[in-house]
């Protein structure tokens, strides 16, 4: 190895190339210094423990509905079974419930699984747990229960847990800011598998993973920061590292013919009692991008397109063309007010063109409403001391060539309102990578020019995860994710998500 990659930490840190632990910037609330008391092993407990309370409340509100309210149907008060009587069919929910729940893996609950997911879970256990309850019931038929009972039960456990999983989801991502319930990651290799698992943290801050930084033995990568993960030097660094920041994980992403350094890696990571990955670098095909078929057994595996292709590409042209033709009429009155204020404001053109590389580079004209002064792209030598940004972007959090309009209306992304015109033209997408300028696109490292390969967005995973607060490489990671992850129900969840990522306005200049 060369002398160059045998820096130790302390010599890295001297370049600059090491996290350093930031001050927390954020005061911890009440709920997350609670809940910071609390041994993580319990939480499992406190679970299974609210999800009983839940499902018994839920099947009292069941005999309410059913024999007060007398919901759908009226009850003789004659036949009416009391509350107490109800008692013993009720615990026998609870038990078979949560038994259920366990065979149908909503236990343990897994951190990254989708609400839809989840609470689809919790159906078919409830109601597999109560089709068990009603043909005990008919055969042995010790007290005959009203079925109402039983629908009404299965429909609220449903409805209670799943607003229960929602408020942990939304527990956990504000307990994120304080660092609890997070694993603190290392990784080890920072070639294509490595950027594959970036991209995937960076994407889904749900599975509750921070990655602290990257080691690799290429003195290029070692001393490069990705975005917010930062280049701690090369692999032999791995236990100083570990013990400096407090890893709880280490990712293993190296090629397959360095075995006796995986080898030797795992070894290190058993001795001090951290949890060890290894990520095969055949995985450096995503999931989306395998297809695999079987030949008398043997396994055969093979490379596919992207997956906004073909039929998947008209699916998300027509979202396109409907969604963004409603939207396109909504905005119009606004946009009407917009530019009336453009034009009282300063003096200048309403809109703004500029050209952004679109599809397999193809470029294009894209507009926005004018939210500078009219000689705003002469005056950039000027204020080019004050970028903020990372890589080729430009970016300056209080730009002076702002006009007041424009401020407001970038705050809130309403400048970018003409664009839906660039979606009705099929020159961008209404969810998709951020369309790049030419110059920025020539300053593309090859792993990034995938993001090419679909068409830009009117937001996109970049915007709804810190939109100009994002380094340009971690903007890339996202925006590669979303190329190789693509679904209908990630353009749908984005979308859905775009709506408080403008209302709160963060990162927006």
């Excluded at 007060?68 to 109800?86: C, E, H, T």
């Excluded at 670098?281 to 057994?297: H, I, R, S, Y």
């Excluded at 810190?466 to 979303?482: Q, T």
């Excluded at 990630?490 to 963060?506: F, G, Q, T, W």
Aim: glycine share 6%.
């Amino acid at each position: 190895m060369a002398t160059t990659d045998n820096l130790n930490l302390s010599e890295h840190a001297a370049q600059g190339n090491v996290l350093t632990k930031p001050p927390r910037q954020l005061r911890e609330s009440r709920f997350a210094a609670l809940v910071r008391q609390v041994p993580p092993s319990m939480w499992k407990h406190v679970l299974v423990g609210s999800d009983a309370l839940l499902i018994f409340v839920a099947f009292i509100t069941a005999y309410l509905l059913r024999y007060r309210a007398q919901l759908f149907f009226s009850v003789d008060p004659a036949s009416q079974l009391p509350l107490w009587g109800y008692m013993p069919l009720a615990i026998s929910l609870v038990v078979v419930l949560l038994i259920a729940f366990r065979f149908s893996y909503v236990y343990p609950y897994k951190p990254g699984r989708s609400w839809v997911e989840e609470t689809w879970r919790i159906a078919t256990a409830s109601t597999f747990g109560v089709i068990i309850l009603i043909v005990v019931n008919l055969v042995f038929r010790p007290v005959l229960y009203s079925r109402l009972v039983f629908l009404y039960a299965a429909v609220l456990v449903t409805a209670y847990l799943g607003i229960s999983r929602l408020i942990i989801m939304a527990a956990r991502s504000h307990l994120r800011q304080y660092d609890i319930g997070v694993d603190r990651v290392l990784l080890v290799g920072a070639g294509d598998v490595g950027r594959m698992v970036m991209r995937t943290v960076a994407a889904r801050p749900d599975y509750g993973l921070k990655l602290i930084g990257f080691l690799d033995d290429n003195p290029a990568k070692s001393r490069t920061d990705v975005g917010r993960f930062k280049a701690l030097g090369p692999v032999d660094n791995v236990r100083e590292v570990i013990d400096t920041y407090q890893i709880d994980r280490v990712i293993i992403c190296l090629p397959w013919q360095t075995h006796r350094t995986i080898q030797r890696l795992l070894r290190e990571c058993e001795t001090l009692n951290v949890t060890a990955f290894v990520v095969p670098d055949l995985f450096q095909l995503t999931k989306n991008q395998m297809l695999v078929e079987e030949l008398n057994g043997i396994p055969l595996l093979a490379t596919r397109s992207i997956s906004i292709q073909g039929w998947n590409l008209i699916l998300k042209r027509t979202f396109d063309l409907v969604v963004g033709g409603l939207m396109t009429l909504v905005a119009l009155p606004i946009g009407a007010v917009i530019a009336l204020a453009i034009r009282l404001d300063t003096p200048g053109p309403v809109l703004y063109s500029q050209v952004r590389v679109g599809r397999n580079g193809k470029e294009f004209r894209c507009l926005k409403f004018r939210s500078m002064v009219s000689n705003a792209d002469a005056l950039r030598e000027q204020v080019a001391a004050m970028n903020e940004s990372t890589g080729p972007l430009f970016k300056i959090r209080n730009d002076p060539r702002l006009t007041r309009v424009g401020r407001f209306i970038r705050r809130y992304s309403l400048d970018e309102l003409p664009q839906l015109i660039n979606v009705l033209r099929g020159e961008m997408s209404l969810i998709g990578p951020r369309p790049n300028l030419p110059h920025e696109v020539a300053q593309y490292r090859d792993w990034m020019m995938k993001r090419l390969s679909v068409s830009p967005g009117l937001t996109g995973l970049w915007q709804v995860s810190g939109r100009s607060d994002l380094a340009f490489d971690e903007m890339v990671l996202l925006d590669i994710y979303y190329v190789e992850n693509w679904s209908m129900g990630l353009d749908l969840s984005i979308l859905l998500r775009s709506v408080p990522a403008v209302l709160r306005a963060k990162g927006a200049y």
